[in-house]
């Protein structure tokens, strides 16, 4: 089916950035939607950022305006660059995206394995 790689997850200083790339790969018909979810410690799985397969952007309030979603079709990979992060950033990010894996078949939600962003001074 499809399988969803991430990566640039890691440690960064209140105020600094860091950017993640997710890549999809396996079988794959179409890809519409890509995003990025995040899940901090004790809390629900909440929307990051999510483009669409025509480029368009939608970001949580908490993020507008410091983080950055884009994608590459022709690689399947999704980015997201995270600029003036701040400790409540912190949290594992998960990437996700709607694909088709086959002409004739259903379309499916997947999810990358998680990379844990951390800020912290």
């Known amino acids: 089916q499809v399988q969803l790689v991430e990566s640039g997850g890691g440690l960064v200083q209140p105020g600094g950035s860091l950017g993640l790339s997710c890549a999809a790969s396996?079988?794959?018909?179409?890809?519409?939607?890509m995003g990025w979810y995040r899940q901090a410690p004790g809390k629900q799985r909440d929307l990051v950022a999510r483009?669409?397969?025509?480029?368009?952007?939608n970001y949580a309030d908490s993020v507008k305006g410091r983080f950055t979603i884009s994608r590459d079709n022709a690689k399947n990979t999704v980015y997201l660059q995270m600029n003036s992060l701040n400790v409540e950033d912190t949290a594992v990010y998960y990437c996700?995206?709607?694909?088709?894996?086959?002409?004739?078949?259903?379309?499916?939600?997947?999810w990358g394995q998680g990379t844990q962003v951390t800020v912290s001074s």
């Open positions: 996700y995206t709607e694909a088709r894996p086959q002409q004739t078949g259903g379309r499916y939600a997947y």
């Open positions: 396996g079988t794959i018909f179409s890809i519409y939607v």
């Open positions: 483009i669409t397969s025509g480029g368009t952007p």
